[in-house]
């Protein structure tokens, strides 16, 4: 993928922030709930799959943004997620989060990124 350059950076991010503006409606940030495993387990194929869609859109937004000179990991969790998951599809993080939930069922509570976080990519980067 080519670096963006400036205005394009700047469209890209005026763009997201539309975008993300006419979802949220009027919501604060507190407003907005964590997605943990209540919301996973009962939703459709194709909602958990629109989710992590969502998810790599906005990893692949910030790769995008930084270009050729990403953040380091300091500044950025982009680039260890990007490397800890790699070899895996939209089908296999789904049904590794399944998995996780169907394994645990008393932790519902806990949040879809931990898992995927947590469960994939860092065992993900272990293994580079």
């Known amino acids: 993928m080519k670096a963006l350059t400036l205005p394009g950076r700047a469209a890209l991010?005026?763009?997201?922030?539309?975008?993300?503006g006419m979802a949220w409606g009027t919501g604060r940030a507190a407003e907005?709930?964590?997605?943990?495993?209540?919301q996973w387990t009962g939703s459709s194929e194709a909602v958990?799959?629109?989710?992590?869609v969502?998810?790599?859109n906005m990893?692949?937004?910030?790769?995008?943004?930084?270009g050729a000179t990403p953040p380091s990991d300091?500044?950025?969790i982009v680039p260890r997620m990007?490397?800890?998951m790699q070899g895996q599809t939209l089908d296999s993080v789904r049904d590794g989060v399944d998995?996780?939930?169907?394994?645990?069922?008393?932790?519902?509570?806990?949040?879809?990124?931990?898992?995927?976080?947590?469960?994939?990519?860092?065992?993900?980067?272990?293994?580079?």
């Open 54 to 56: 969502g998810v790599a």
């Open 32 to 38: 907005v709930a964590m997605v943990n495993g209540e």
């Open 48 to 52: 958990k799959k629109a989710y992590l």
């Open 99 to 128: 998995r996780w939930y169907a394994a645990n069922p008393t932790k519902l509570k806990r949040p879809v990124l931990d898992v995927i976080w947590f469960e994939m990519t860092v065992p993900g980067l272990q293994k580079k």
């Open 74 to 76: 300091a500044q950025s």
């Open 82 to 84: 990007a490397k800890g």
């Open 13 to 20: 991010i005026a763009t997201c922030a539309l975008a993300i």
């Open 59 to 66: 990893v692949q937004v910030e790769r995008a943004y930084h």
